[in-house]
């Protein structure tokens, strides 16, 4: 087995399993814990509240959207091109049908590649602006610079394959490395957010909810 | 300086924070993604030109590094906690409604304030307030005979507006139970004949209690939830004795 044959079947599956088996863990220890030490959530469990706060933030209806709408803008299409591009790369789709024979709608490559400058661009926005003001810096730990780091890196090394600069087999080791490597670390990281945005916002809404405030 | 560390106590300071950490509060320390968008939410920010050691998440990654350090904090870390967590944040929750994810950076706070009360850091005044509440009752200090003949006197006062009005005591199965700050018959009398006021206007069915009056909670702004929920069941229990349909509080 060569290292490409290691990444694409024992370790993907390593690491599809420590992704989804971590957030799994996590959601689980979340509801362990809080039905010991967070009695008010289960005790003012509203579904209208739970969702009317997700949809305001998952869709950019908030307060937050009018105070700072270029920080939400990007915001918005770079998680749209982190999670649309790789979910529905044609390149991607080749390797689940050649695995699973199984295939979904993909993008046109174009637009794929478009999508990809879009993620890396506004990645770069965020490292700017982590380093110029002053009210990010001050917050900013080493941590947040290797995860976005670790977050672009499969977007820099994917666009770099896709166009074959340098060396071909090279890249996309380097490629399925880096993609592996952030599946890994979403559960253990503030990446966590992946899952834990939909717990966090549901739980705040329901608090807010239940003295009839918005919390958006 | 060495009697000060004495009396440090990292193994409570570790006890209780591991007592405190509830599911959410960990969701939370940990999921920040120091975004900063709550940074100009905050009045403490506004008002300091922008500092941006005054923004939300700043004073939440303060805590959340107090923690991880397990009790092991030097006097000087514990102090500036301590004047963060009492001095630049009053638990507004503006900066929740402003986050992506909905931090509740009070409960944090609340939860830091704990914290700094198992090691002793409480501000002078609000030790005193609380022990208030538990040897009166309310945290002015006022004797059940003061109260009483406040609430007479006032009764009195209005008459002579109002003939008619009253300030029903202890009337069992009324509507509406009527508790206040305790600052109002202490210092402004006239605070409760303006509710008195609009109760008789209204022809509310309602009462006063000769105990379990007073409806603030200062243990609850030093993150003492124990006696919080103390001073709470005085209220609870005056509502329960007087089988009251509802408690309404005060401005």
């Not at chain 2, 609380?130 to 006022?142: K, V």
Request: charged fraction near 20%.
């Amino acid at each position: 087995m060569n290292l490409y044959e290691l990444l694409r079947g024992p370790l993907l599956w390593l690491s599809f399993g420590v992704f989804l088996g971590g957030m799994v863990v996590r959601l689980a220890l979340f509801v362990a814990t809080s039905r010991k030490k967070d009695k008010p959530i289960y005790r003012f469990w509203s579904w209208k509240w739970l969702w009317l706060s997700i949809v305001h933030w998952i869709v950019p209806v908030n307060v937050t959207a009018k105070k700072n709408p270029i920080v939400t803008i990007v915001g918005f299409l770079f998680h749209i091109c982190l999670l649309v591009t790789p979910l529905f790369l044609l390149a991607h789709g080749v390797l689940w049908y050649e695995s699973w024979e199984i295939s979904w709608w993909s993008l046109s490559e174009k637009v794929a590649d478009y999508m990809t400058l879009v993620a890396i661009g506004c990645g770069l926005f965020f490292l700017v602006r982590r380093m110029v003001a002053p009210h990010v810096r001050v917050i900013t730990t080493a941590a947040d610079y290797v995860l976005l780091a670790v977050t672009l890196a499969p977007f820099v090394t994917g666009y770099l394959a896709y166009h074959q600069y340098f060396d071909y087999y090279t890249v996309m080791i380097l490629h399925m490395i880096f993609g592996e490597l952030m599946l890994v670390v979403i559960p253990f990281t503030k990446l966590s957010h992946f899952l834990m945005f939909f717990v966090s916002r549901a739980v705040t809404g329901m608090e807010f909810g239940r003295r009839d405030a918005p919390s958006w | 300086m060495a009697e000060k560390a004495a009396e440090f106590n990292p193994e409570v300071f570790k006890k209780t924070s591991d007592e405190k950490m509830s599911a959410r509060l960990k969701m939370w320390l940990e999921m920040c993604a120091h975004c900063g968008l709550c940074a100009d939410t905050c009045h403490y920010y506004l008002a300091n030109e922008q500092d941006p050691k005054m923004m939300p998440a700043y004073k939440a990654k303060k805590v959340l590094d107090a923690i991880k350090k397990k009790g092991k904090i030097d006097e000087a870390t514990l102090n500036s906690l301590y004047e963060t967590v009492y001095g630049e944040c009053t638990m507004c929750r503006r900066c929740t409604m402003f986050c992506p994810f909905g931090i509740d950076v009070a409960s944090i706070i609340s939860m830091a304030r704990g914290l700094c009360v198992s090691q002793g850091k409480v501000p002078e005044n609000l030790v005193k307030v609380i022990e208030n509440y538990f040897a009166h009752g309310n945290q002015m200090a006022l004797t059940q005979e003061d109260w009483i003949e406040t609430l007479k006197w006032m009764e009195e006062e209005l008459q002579e507006e109002l003939p008619g009005a009253t300030i029903p005591i202890d009337k069992k199965g009324a509507n509406l139970l009527y508790t206040v700050n305790a600052r109002e018959p202490k210092f402004y009398p006239m605070d409760i004949a303006h509710a008195v006021r609009v109760f008789h206007i209204a022809g509310e069915d309602w009462t006063m209690s000769s105990k379990g009056w007073d409806d603030t909670n200062l243990a609850m702004f030093a993150g003492d939830l124990k006696s919080a929920a103390y001073v709470s069941q005085l209220v609870r229990d005056a509502a329960e004795e007087l089988e009251v349909k509802r408690v309404a509080i005060t401005e």
